[in-house]
């Protein structure tokens, strides 16, 4: 029995919504990592991402600004309250890197830190 | 007030069993001696004037006042004095930043030299954008000229993002310009100029651009605070000196995980911390560096 023309139309959008389900199935989805920078710490302050893969960390800052600073890498961003800022990465290399606010935010400002951790 | 000695007694009496450096280059003298004498001044640091913490230093209250005693006992008087920076510790309360800023004003009232120069450090400076600082103590960024030498005073800090700026960039291309390439000069900031410890936030963001523009005058050195210990760097022909802290140490830049104070050693009070005189020989050629730790005394 032949297709109507909208039993066409209708198979022909199946087919394209069912390729991309495949694709987006055979395709990890990119990790967000919310990091909250507060007085004065970030939380999470120990990150770990695996090598490889795609990863986006969303800050925001719900008191002052801050900034957000992994000199090894030479990634940074200010993170200003009321916006959410984001950096996206592909970790390429293993190991540990100390990350900072490097935005003077107050007395304990020295002690906000924390860790990126790349493992295999 | 400048004194004529010789200068076997200048590096005597400036305790010259220090360490001396070589600044700019050795030949050319075409600026130098007619036109500078020998000199010294003391560089302080880093008083935090109002921090409280028993286990780093249980003698705040009283470390300024021991270092301004110490300074007027010198053998000889400085010509005058310098601080860089974190001369109050942060506070969120505007009105307890002016609160220590006249305090700290009052105890150094107490320094028989009366020629100071003051500069902000990031806890005196970065949550007002150097307002309080100001209304204390003068502008932020200056030079001045001494016995030939020009000294540059950067602003590192009033940027809580540790950046000197573009205003200020233009500011010091232009002072320069004043001078011979050849000219004694002296920097004195808070913050290093360079990559010391980024991990540490002991850098200022647009420092390699200070530096660009210093690299072009033959004798030129930098003098900070921030990282509370002596620590001498080169970046080419620029030498760069940390000074001691006025109220604890801090450990060596990037040998331990974080960056915390020093604890307090009951058996060697204010160890680590101290002054420093510097003496400008030969017409600004060579600095002589003498560290003055407040322990023992």
Same mark, same amino acid.
Request: net charge negative.
């Given at each position: 029995?032949?297709?109507?023309?909208?039993?066409?139309?209708?198979?022909? %959008?199946?087919? %394209?919504t069912f390729g991309s389900l495949r694709w987006a199935l055979a395709q990890p989805a990119e990790r967000v990592i919310p990091v909250v920078a507060r007085k004065f710490v970030f939380l999470p302050n120990e990150i770990v991402l695996k090598r490889g893969e795609p990863v986006t960390l969303e800050f925001t800052a719900p008191e002052v600004v801050m900034g957000f600073s992994v000199p090894a890498l030479k990634l940074r961003t200010d993170i200003i309250p009321g916006q959410v800022a984001r950096l996206h990465m592909v970790p390429e290399t293993e190991g540990t890197f100390d990350f900072l606010c490097d935005i003077f935010c107050g007395d304990g400002h020295e002690g906000m830190t924390g860790r990126l951790i790349v493992t295999a | 007030m400048h004194r004529s000695i010789n200068r076997r007694d200048f590096l005597k009496l400036t305790g010259l069993g220090g360490v001396v450096f070589a600044s700019g280059l050795a030949g050319g003298a075409s600026y130098a001696a007619s036109k500078a004498s020998d000199f010294h001044f003391v560089q302080l640091s880093d008083s935090h004037w109002g921090f409280s913490g028993p286990a780093v230093n249980p003698e705040a209250g009283s470390t300024l006042k021991r270092a301004v005693a110490a300074v007027n006992s010198l053998a000889m008087p400085p010509d005058f004095i310098i601080f860089?920076?974190?001369?109050?510790?942060?506070?969120?309360?505007? *009105?307890? $930043? $002016?609160?220590?800023?006249?305090?700290?004003?009052? !105890?150094? &009232?107490?320094?028989?030299? $009366?020629? !100071?120069?003051?500069?902000?450090?990031?806890h005196d400076a970065s949550l007002d954008?150097? &307002?309080?600082? *100001?209304?204390?103590?003068?502008?932020?960024? =200056?030079?001045?000229? =001494? *016995?030939?030498v020009h000294f540059?005073?950067?602003?590192?800090?009033?940027?809580? &993002?540790a950046r000197v700026g573009e205003e200020q960039l233009a500011w010091l291309k232009s002072d320069l310009t004043r001078h011979a390439k050849d000219a004694p000069i002296v920097v004195l900031t808070h913050r290093p100029l360079f990559d010391l410890a980024p991990q540490w936030d002991w850098a200022t963001r647009d420092g390699s651009q200070v530096v660009d523009l210093l690299m072009p005058y033959e004798n030129v050195t930098v003098f900070y605070g921030h990282i509370h210990q002596e620590h001498h760097h080169m970046t080419g022909h620029i030498a760069h000196h940390a000074a001691r802290s006025l109220i604890f140490p801090l450990p060596a830049p990037g040998s331990q995980p974080k960056r915390e104070p020093v604890k307090w050693d009951p058996e060697h009070p204010f160890r680590g911390l101290g002054f420093r005189?510097?003496?400008e020989d030969d017409a600004g050629r060579k600095i002589a560096i003498d560290e003055r730790p407040l322990a023992g005394g």
């Open positions: 029995m032949p297709l109507s023309r909208r039993s066409f139309i209708l198979a022909g %959008v199946a087919g %394209v | 860089t920076g974190d001369l109050t510790h942060t506070t969120d309360d505007p *009105q307890i $930043r $002016r609160t220590r800023m006249r305090e700290f004003k009052a !105890i150094v &009232a107490d320094l028989n030299v $009366r020629n !100071i120069h003051f500069l902000p450090g990031e954008h150097g &307002a309080a600082f *100001q209304e204390f103590f003068g502008p932020t960024h =200056y030079s001045f000229d =001494y *016995q030939g540059v005073v950067l602003d590192n800090v009033s940027d809580p &993002a005189s510097v003496a």
